[in-house]
């Protein structure tokens, strides 16, 4: 069996190596494709091989036509929406990812970037502390839960909202839950996303959501570019100084919010599960996976029907 890593943004050396241990235990072959930067490159990589592991990396109808001996795909890492699902279930590819296997780290990057945000992008001027103050995770996933651990140790009142969990669960890991989407933000200093990006999400976060914050109010981005309704904040942030959004979101080359000095903050590149042990722990989930699919018809985390 031939496994092709495939990745524009690589993973870790040591993750790498723990993907190579366990295929070579399993008698597969491991194809790395990183850094590419173009998608021919990834066409004629994909050309001989049983199964891929991807990261944010476009998996899309032409990639697939061009896989004839394709038999799955795995994302390492949480959210799918780079994959054309459709399009693997009608080339009877199976498609998984590895949830949770990154969390903490997105999670980690969270808080990193809002102690950077509330002492004022380290200005020297004098900030605010998070103790104390209302968090908003919105979708109450891995990621989400990973959050809400994080800011009780900070101190902060934690409340939460996921169209797909009960109110009750979300109680029952000790954080407050909100009636709904505007409830959270209309009552939350700081919301922090970790929706995916789905046709129902798409550009929901625009001008009226995130205009009912309070003064002050600081939105968190490491979710996807997709969510927001980007022309919609921008009106906001132009009209109230007060807003700031802060982000993974890999900057456009013409970026519009970079106007918005001491307001906004984006990484260069998306980098929210950029660390060893995420890499290591999605990547390695990633190999184990695909062998136990190909060995033993193990379905547990496929995406696609
Ligand atoms: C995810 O969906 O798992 C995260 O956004 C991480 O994506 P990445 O593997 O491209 O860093």
């Known amino acids: 069996m031939k496994v092709l890593v495939a990745t524009e943004k690589p993973f870790a050396k040591v993750a790498i190596d723990g993907i190579k241990k366990e295929l070579d235990a399993a008698g597969y072959e491991m194809i790395l494709l990183e850094k590419y930067t173009e998608k021919k490159q990834l066409l004629d990589a994909v050309a001989n091989v049983d199964a891929i592991i991807i990261r944010s990396d476009k998996v899309d109808a032409e990639v697939l036509d061009a896989a004839k001996n394709l038999k799955i795909v795995v994302r390492a890492g949480a959210g799918f929406d780079n994959v054309d699902l459709a399009a693997a279930t009608a080339h009877n590819v199976c498609v998984m990812n590895t949830p949770g296997q990154n969390a903490n780290a997105v999670a980690e990057l969270v808080f990193g970037m809002l102690v950077y945000a509330v002492r004022n992008f380290y200005n020297g001027k004098s900030g605010s502390e998070l103790m104390g103050k209302k968090l908003g995770i919105l979708a109450f996933g891995n990621v989400g839960r990973n959050v809400a651990r994080i800011a009780k140790g900070f101190g902060m009142e934690v409340y939460a909202y996921d169209a797909f969990c009960p109110a009750s669960a979300i109680e029952a890991a000790g954080v407050k839950a909100a009636a709904n989407q505007n409830e959270l933000f209309k009552t ?82 998306k980098m929210g599960a950029q660390t060893t042990e995420a890499n290591t722990n999605a990547g390695i989930a990633a190999a184990k996976q695909i062998v136990d699919f190909i060995q033993n018809g193990n379905e547990k985390f496929r995406v696609n029907k």
């Open 188 to 269: 939350c200093d700081i919301v922090s996303l970790h929706i995916p990006a789905t046709a129902e999400t798409k550009n929901s976060i625009n001008y009226e959501m995130v205009g009912q914050m309070k003064k002050g109010g600081i939105l968190v981005n490491t979710a996807r570019k997709e969510v927001i309704d980007e022309a919609g904040l921008i009106k906001l942030m132009a009209e109230r100084e007060d807003i700031k959004y802060i982000t993974d979101i890999m900057p456009d080359a013409n970026d519009e919010f970079a106007k918005f000095e001491g307001r906004y903050f984006s990484t260069p590149k």
